[in-house]
């Protein structure tokens, strides 16, 4: 499906896009507007008409990904339309405005609609490239097996760090119960944990390797292959948690975002037609 919005159709909405900001720039070309350009020439309420509409519009998508069922339109054609009439409010929203900004409530809604569409961009590029990373950072193994794998390798490091003196064991113990994947936001956008017990267990364990003989110098090379492959599914499975939480973070900006806009939108509108 993410290749398919974009190319939906042979770029179906793409070219409708386009035709309606060639159509709204040629438009705004011919016009000569007494005075400069703004949004209160008959152009100016037109083209603003349009951008209200399409902003409602796009909303509605946001219900329809929600329908369950199939619908007369498929899911593939709502979100290319949404990708591409969305973008194309960048020219007709400006054309609407004359360029003409200030510090009021009509420049607040539109810089709201350019960070909701610069959010919609990244939300695109998000479904676009991150899966593949994906796919590629598990490598045939899913988030539950990845944990599955490193429950086993602490049950084993635990038993032979028995062997190994209270300082081994203790490190081993610590970084079987306090090793954490995901936690807060940021924790999960960085991907890494600075603090990880388990990389402070296999930094202690390599130094004594270092130093021991016989029997212990074995177990401490088989505890630090252990502790080396654990720390490898860990920087695997943060990673996984990274990239849901990038696919995911922009929804926290784009959606909120959205309904800011739409009450400024409605504000713009009433303080137009009301008190103009």
Excluded at 97 to 103: N, P
Excluded at 137 to 161: H, K
Excluded at 242 to 270: D, E, G, K, N, T
């Amino acid at each position: 499906m993410n290749e398919s919005v974009v190319v939906y159709r042979r770029f179906m909405f793409f070219r409708v896009a386009l035709y309606l900001c060639l159509a709204a720039i040629i438009a705004y070309a011919w016009h000569r507007p007494l005075g400069m350009p703004n949004g209160g020439t008959w152009l100016g309420y037109g083209l603003g008409s349009i951008g209200a509409i399409l902003i409602l519009w796009l909303m509605y998508l946001g219900i329809r990904k929600r329908t369950y069922g199939p619908g007369k339109v498929k899911l593939e054609a709502w979100v290319s339309a949404h990708i591409y009439l969305g973008l194309s409010l960048l020219v007709i929203v400006t054309l609407h405005t004359g360029f003409r900004f200030g510090m009021n409530l009509h420049t607040l809604a539109y810089a709201l609609m350019l960070v909701v569409i610069a959010s919609g961009c990244f939300g695109l590029y998000a479904y676009l490239r991150y899966p593949l990373l994906m796919t590629e950072n598990r490598r045939g193994i899913t988030l539950d097996n990845m944990l599955a794998q490193i429950a086993d390798i602490d049950r084993e490091c635990r038993e032979v760090s028995m062997q190994l003196g209270e300082e081994i064991n203790r490190a081993v113990l610590v970084a079987s119960q306090n090793t954490r994947i995901g936690g807060g936001v940021l924790q999960q956008l960085s991907g890494v944990d600075p603090k990880c017990p388990t990389s402070r267990a296999l930094k202690t364990v390599e130094q004594m390797a270092g130093q021991a003989a016989g029997n212990q110098a074995g177990d401490l090379r088989r505890l630090s292959t252990l502790l080396t492959r654990k720390e490898e599914l860990l920087r695997r499975a943060r990673r996984d948690v990274q990239i849901v939480a990038l696919m995911r973070v922009w929804l926290f900006v784009h959606v909120p975002v959205s309904f800011a806009l739409l009450a400024a939108l409605i504000a713009h509108v009433v303080s137009v037609f009301f008190y103009w």
